[in-house]
């Protein structure tokens, strides 16, 4: 059982029979990928969360009908529907289990009615790097990667540096970043002198 589902289960009525349980709901959707000889509307999930999400806005009373895990609905039930949902799958495996339908359909309410965070970045204790601060790393690496005689040959040294700069716009640096990056820049630098610390601007206040 899924977290939180004893509190709905709790609240569930029983009824004797189909009929008594839609007396009044305004309209039903059946779940079924079987083609049934019915004359009826068929839905996506998506589309008919969403026509479920108008009409009980106005104040109308909408249910969806769940089959059984082994045989699904059968078609007296079927009947008594409005309209189906059938999930656009490969028509060759066309079934799903009880919970994928459920919560396929489930889902989909949600998106129609709920405000839904489609991206979000969790910034792990830091924040976005501003403008200065990225310009500062740059010029480190300019200015070191100049004196380690990368930028080679000359004629092409103005590209390679708009190159790095367009790679650090590019990777949306945090402070975190900023500040790993220039750590690396200078243990690379006191490594390649064997402890002589060089007199690096980044290191100034």
């Known amino acids: 059982m899924a977290s939180g589902a004893g509190r709905l289960l709790d609240e569930a009525q029983l009824h004797d029979d189909l009929p ?19 004359t009826k509307p068929v839905y996506s999930p ?10 009980v806005a106005r104040g109308e009373k909408v249910a969806v009908l769940f089959g059984p895990e082994r045989a699904g609905l059968e078609n007296e039930d079927v009947a008594q529907a409005n309209a189906i949902i059938s999930v656009p799958v490969n028509p060759e495996f066309p079934s799903l289990n009880l919970a994928q339908c459920v919560l396929l359909t489930a889902y989909e309410w949600r998106r129609q009615t709920e405000l839904v965070t489609h991206e979000a970045i969790d910034m792990g204790r830091t924040d976005w790097a501003n403008g200065t601060e990225v310009e500062a790393l740059a010029r480190h690496y300019e200015d070191r990667l100049e004196q380690a005689g990368f930028f080679f040959p000359e004629a092409k040294a103005d590209s390679m540096k708009l190159n790095l700069r367009n790679l650090w716009s590019r990777m949306r640096l945090t402070r975190a970043d900023v ?27």
Do not use: C, N, Y
């Not at 998506?46 to 009409?55: C, K, S, T």
């Not at 790993?180 to 980044?202: S, T």
């Open 20 to 38: 008594a349980a839609l007396s009044d709901m305004t309209f039903t959707f059946a779940t079924t990928a079987r083609v049934r000889g019915l």
């Open 46 to 55: 998506e589309r008919a969360m969403a026509l479920a999400a108008e009409m």
């Open 179 to 205: 500040q790993i990056l220039h750590g690396i820049l200078r243990q690379m630098v006191r490594w390649k002198e064997r402890g002589q610390v060089l007199d690096d601007p980044a290191d100034k206040p």
